[in-house]
């Protein structure tokens, strides 16, 4: 059989037809080159990855496309497959990605606690469900007005109103798939290119990568175990400019679990109200998973804070409905309308089933009734059963989370230590590797959310499971020590 090669002016690679298959090897297909292969058919085609090609302007990550006639005869065209320099700037979650590798590995077999999503573990309740359900047997199965549903709409101006002391109107109010999306449109309708965002650290994972997509600058502002993860008010001020934009509050937080108390939250009011430029984007979807005596306090209370500030919520959390995707942005109708503006070109609005069900959750009385108070309660038992275990080992340090599900410990001490069978434990992200291969628990590094000195465990997870997941930890914990 002949061999032949494809020679570009960046690279080279080798092609050869071998029977019933087409295989392609090469220094193009990267340092660790996979053979590909596919059955003869009378027209097939395959793509082959090339080397980037330099140019002036910018790189450009090339493959040959190659096509198999029915006569065997064969043709090759080049295709530019660059991505976007936007998209580039991105980083994947890797609390998604640690979440789908830990999913794999128990659909293989693997016996892997997974403790890295931040997904409630209780079913919706029921009456949310029945909502959903009689919304499709009623016909409700059709588009939405983009913003959502009046009724929906009216629902959420009354909660704010009643359990935040905010006042809204309907046309203050966009409904979105998710408060995911809800924030990254509010990034995106008032940041400008160079802009800066402003960051408390650790933060959610995708709030950097919201400002970047945005064309603006993440401003990361660290805060220390020892102050519960809280911004520090002079800090904040020390670092804000003319591009300061947006600053983005989390309360309770994601990773941490601070609550941030009410005259701290006033000070930073005091500093952002000194900046006229400054907006402030809190996100308060965790605000009914929180435990006394630490109470909640919406941004947008605070005197003069109204005007500037674009609240985030939804029902992911509070009420169990991840997968149900709707989240909610309330603010002064010039901002909310721009929000709204963005959506009509990229979603629409969101489900109608789901916004059926988003009545009856927030119908189930004040900061979800019963209902909700029966799955904090069952957070706060896991929190004090985890603070309690982790406390007994040595070179750990805690801060006690007031909200949210999550405990993000300091276990920066084990960095250095040589883990047999394993190598050595450098950072986050190795002690969370660590432990998956050798404790087969799913945790989340630091580093993703800021901090490379903790990690981070979600307690959305049983009692049992919990304390064989802690087991688990201690053993392997205590090998490196």
Known sequence: MAAFSLQTSSSSSSIARLGSQTRFSGADLGPDPKSI???????????????????????????????????????????????????????????????????????????????????????????????????????????????????????????LKEENGISYTPDQIVVSNGAKQSIVQAVLAVCSPGDEVIIPAPFWVSYPEMARLADATPVILPTSISDNFLLDPKLLESKLTEKSRLLILCSPSNPTGSVYPKKLLQEIAQIVARHPRLLVISDEIYEHIIYTPATHTSFASLPGMWERTLTVNGFSKAFAMTGWRLGYLAGPKHFVAACGKIQSQFTSGASSISQKAGVAALGLGYAGGEAVSIMVKAFRERRDFLVKSFGELSGVKISEPKG???????????????????????????????????????????????????????????????????????????TLK
């Open 404 to 478: 949210a599900f999550y405990l993000f410990i300091d276990v920066s001490s084990y960095y250095g230590t040589e883990a047999e069978g394993f190598g050595k434990i450098e950072n986050s992200e190795s002690l969370c590797r660590y432990l998956l291969d050798k404790g087969q628990v799913a945790l989340v590094p630091g580093d993703a959310f800021g901090d490379d000195t903790c990690i981070r465990i979600s307690y959305a997870a049983s009692l049992t499971t919990l304390q064989a997941a802690v087991e688990r930890i201690k053993k392997a914990l205590v």
């Open 37 to 159: 292969g596919f059955p003869s058919h009378p027209r097939s085609s395959l793509v082959l990855p090339l080397k980037l090609t330099n140019s002036k302007s910018r790189s450009r990550a090339m493959v040959m496309a190659v096509a198999v006639s029915g006569n065997d005869q064969t043709q090759i065209t080049e295709v530019d497959i660059s991505l976007s320099p936007r998209v580039n700037s991105l980083k994947p979650s890797k609390t998604v990605a640690i979440t789908d590798q830990a999913t794999a590995l128990v659909q293989a077999g693997v016996p892997v606690i997974r403790l890295a999503a931040g997904e409630p573990d209780f079913d919706t309740p029921s009456v949310i469900a029945e909502a959903g359900i009689n919304a499709i047997r009623e016909g409700h199965t059709r588009y939405t007005p983009n913003a959502g549903t009046l009724e929906l709409r009216e629902a959420i101006c009354y909660k």
